[in-house]
Nanobody
Framework: VQLQASGGGLVQPGGSLRLSCAASGFSLDDYAIGWFRQAPGKEREGVSCFDRYDGSTYYADSVKGRFTISRDNAKNTLYLQMDSLKPEDTAVYYC????????????????????WGKGTQVTVSS
């Protein structure tokens, strides 16, 4: 089971980035999925999660209306579209997946998941 995140970089405030997370060794369609981030000196934060069993989607209040989680089953890839980026979005972003059944998206974002990819750095700065 492997997850490989990519797509991070330096972007100006108000800009956009799309993070990708390629999965191998398992099918994302069978798992809950999510994106988390950790800024220097801060705790890990669940940014957005999706639970396939109950169809729930969770977004942190700080990203609602700006970030969108999605999945391409054919490519076995998870995405996070990030628009209207702010300096406070600067962090290392991690993708994750979980085999759990029906815990709900908000639960996964609060407590984490089974499998983690290596992070990708997102820096929002002018």
């Amino acid at each position: 089971v492997q997850l490989q995140a990519s797509g991070g970089g330096l972007v100006q405030p108000g800009g956009s980035l799309r993070l990708s997370c390629a999965a191998s060794g398992f099918s994302l369609d069978d798992y809950a999925i999510g994106w988390f981030r950790q800024a220097p000196g801060k705790e890990r934060e669940g940014v957005s999660c999706f639970d396939r069993y109950d169809g729930s989607t969770y977004y942190a209040d700080s990203v609602k209306g700006r970030f969108t989680i999605s999945r391409d089953n054919a490519k076995n890839t998870l995405y996070l579209q990030m628009d209207s980026l702010k300096p406070e979005d600067t962090a290392v972003y991690y993708c994750a997946a979980d085999r759990g059944v029906g815990m709900g998206a908000s639960w996964y974002c609060a407590y984490g998941m089974d499998y983690w990819g290596k992070g990708t750095q997102v820096t929002v700065s002018s």
